[in-house]
C-alpha cells in the first residue's frame, strides 16, 4: 500500500524507523520537529501522518502507533500491552504495572496474554477511562519497583507472587496460575542465591498476617521450607478466597480455601528452600 510522504514528513518518519519508535505522541513530534527544523505544527504534521496512514490512533488521544514502512501499511503490530504502554504516555503520573497473569506472560511463564491485559494500579489512584475500557484494572499497590519488558512496566516476580496472597480474588483463573505456580516459585527462588527471600520480604512489609499466611499455604506443596518460614507464628483462620462454602481446610495454617481448585499441597516438593 502506497503511503505518500512530504519531504519534511519524510524525514520525520525516517527518524522513527531509525529510533524504532512504538508509540509517538505530540510532544515528541515536537521535539522531534525542533531536533530536524521543520517547520509547521506538530498537530498538522500529526494529522498528516494520520491521514497517510504512518500514525495509527490507540485508546488514548494524543497517542499514536508507528507503522513503519516495514509494515507495508497501516497495519499495528498487534503489542498484546499497546494500550498500557499507551496509558503511561498519556497518563505519566499514573502508577501503573502489568500484573496476575498478565505479568506472568511477560516474565516468560504463561504462554497467553488475557484479552484484556490486567494492570494494577494504587487504591486510590484515579484510572482514565480509557484504560478501564481496555484492561482489566485491579487496585494493589507494590513495595518492590515494576520491571520493564515488553515495553511496559510489569510487576516483579516476588510482586506477583505477593499479589496473589494479598488478593486471591483478582484472579481470574486460578488453574492457569496453579499450573505455572512451580516455574513462578522457581523463577524467585532463582533471582539470587539466597532465593531472592529479601525481595519477598520487602514486597511483604507492612501487610497484615494474613498475607503471609495465604502465602505459605501457597507454596506448602512446592516449597515447605519456604512455606514454614514465611508463616507467621500465631494467627486465626485466615480465608483464601470469599468467605462460603469449603473446598478444602489447611489445619496447621488455619487457611479455609474456597476457591483453588486443586491444593497446593498436592505439587511435589522440587525447592529446598530452608
Known sequence: MTRPLSRAAAKIVERLELEQVFLVT???????MDDLDVRSEPKLVAKRLRDHGWLLPTAFPGV?????????GPYARGHPLREVVAARHAHPDLELAVCLTSALWAHGLADRVPERPEVAV???????????????VVRFEAQLPPVTLRDAPVHALATVLVHLAAR???VRS??????????LVAAVAQAAPDGDRDALE?????????VRTRLAYLLHGVAPGWAAALAPSSHGKVWFGPRGPLRRHHAALEVADTILPMSPGDFPS????E
Open 174 to 183: 486460578w488453574g492457569g496460575v496453579l499450573d505455572v505456580l512451580p516455574d
Open 270 to 273: 522440587t525447592l529446598a528452600l
Open 64 to 72: 499514536w502507533e508507528f507503522a513503519p514502512g516495514a509494515q507495508a
Open 122 to 136: 494504587a487504591p486510590r489512584a484515579r484510572v482514565p477511562a480509557a484504560l478501564m475500557r481496555e484492561c482489566r
Open 26 to 32: 505530540i510532544a515528541d513530534l515536537r521535539d522531534l
Open 202 to 210: 520487602r514486597e511483604l512489609h507492612g501487610r497484615p498476617a494474613s
Open 168 to 170: 486471591p480474588t483478582d
